[in-house]
């Protein structure tokens, strides 16, 4: 099928942390669809907090994409609002015909370019349900579920990256918005010479990759893996937990008193590239244990390695496989434990077909052309001026 636009356009992102990606699903999805936007003939400005670019010039050019730095007040609760605030205001000056804001959060300030620039076209794209994230209090919930009714009310348009949001929006606020599900690279497979420095060694580990935030449920995991070693300790598998804190430092440093003196835990920090791509590589399988997710990054990077994948029995985890086997119950220890059990008697036959069936799915159903030609579909339809002809993939 061939669709067709008069013109390129010029678009700005906004509410993510930054690019370079180095955490963060979010971002690794703003700067995957932005790369591919580039490609397509548009002009892609994205907005970075300072604190999280590594580059601090006011503006870097990445593979055709400006990323623009702007600061922020980097404390829990203002680190996003006034970045997005500051980057709205920089956006209104600078003659955008998308702003596309990403998050509830961020879809707060959705309102300003639809009263101060009314010929700009605004889309959001609704990620989580973050109110749901323990890290918040009474407040910051109010304010979030306050976002989310702006991210479904205020822009042109709102995409949804789960059928699970798309239903949530239509049934909490009467909204039909676009499902677009995040898009994946197939990842390049990394040899275990990049592992070895946390003294792995290929199928003798399990991987968490995730921010240390207590949804994530990193804890569950500990705990779980704990129980098992103590009903097998002759196995010597280790767990390794790849991530970071993010305003969450005191739930960080429980988790490590958790592991306290255990060699077979390791937390490696936050990490990206080719030593990330050898940890999805290497793995035996990826444990996500989180409590709540709009559509989990991490989960479609080790499906995209050809990896098994254990899963907490949330919704959208529900949404990425029909595979029974591989789910446990959220917020869980006793059920994890049994699973890890359960998982680590299959033979190696069964786990490798599992691990070609997730990256079977992630090529059919998250192929990020598709996704990023339907989300300009999007765009376009807010301007009966624009016209670019392609073919969509379907």
Excluded at 116 to 123: L, W
Aim: with cysteine; glycine share 6%; charged share 20%.
């Amino acid at each position: 099928m061939v669709i067709c636009y008069f013109k390129h356009m010029k678009i700005a992102m906004i509410g993510q942390k930054g690019i370079p990606a180095v955490y963060g699903g979010v971002e690794q999805h703003v700067q995957d669809l932005s790369e591919r936007l580039v490609k397509f003939g548009h002009k892609v400005t994205v907005y970075s907090r300072k604190w999280y670019t590594s580059d601090n010039r006011a503006k870097i050019n990445l593979n055709g994409i400006t990323i623009v730095n702007i600061p922020s007040v980097n404390t829990k609760h203002l680190d996003a609002i006034t970045h997005t605030f500051l980057s709205t205001i920089n956006a209104l000056f600078n003659k955008f015909d998308v702003i596309h804001y990403h998050g509830v959060g961020p879809a707060l300030l959705s309102w300003l370019p639809r009263v101060f620039s009314p010929k700009t076209k605004v889309v959001v794209t609704f990620h989580s349900i973050d109110r749901y994230h323990q890290k918040w209090g009474i407040l910051a919930k109010w304010f979030l579920r306050l976002g989310e009714y702006f991210a479904c009310k205020f822009p042109h348009e709102t995409i949804t990256i789960s059928k699970g949001l798309y239903n949530y929006c239509l049934n909490e606020f009467k909204t039909e918005t676009n499902h677009i599900p995040n898009g994946i690279n197939q990842i390049t497979l990394e040899s275990e010479a990049f592992i070895t420095r946390f003294g792995l060694e290929k199928n003798q580990y399990l991987l968490m990759a995730a921010r240390l935030v207590p949804h994530k449920g990193a804890h569950i995991l500990i705990n779980a893996f704990i129980n098992f070693k103590k009903e097998n300790p002759n196995n010597n598998l280790k767990l390794v937990i790849a991530g970071g804190s993010v305003h969450t430092e005191k739930y960080f440093e429980s988790l490590r008193q958790m592991a306290k003196d255990r060699s077979d835990i390791i937390f490696t920090g936050f990490v990206s590239g080719k030593i990330l791509n050898a940890l999805y590589s290497n793995t035996l399988a990826l444990i996500h244990p989180s409590f709540n997710e709009g559509l989990p990054f991490s989960v479609l990077m080790a499906m995209a390695a050809g990896k098994p994948v254990l899963l907490s029995a949330i919704e959208a985890h529900l949404e990425l496989s029909k595979n029974n086997e591989i789910f446990f119950a959220e917020n869980n220890v006793s059920s994890l434990t049994a699973k890890l059990v359960d998982f680590l008697s299959w033979d190696e036959e069964k786990r490798k077909k599992i691990g070609e069936s997730n990256l079977k799915n992630v090529v059919e159903n998250y192929n990020l052309d598709k996704i990023t030609q339907n989300t300009v579909i999007v765009y376009s339809t807010l301007d009966k001026k624009t016209k670019l002809c392609y073919n969509v993939l379907t």
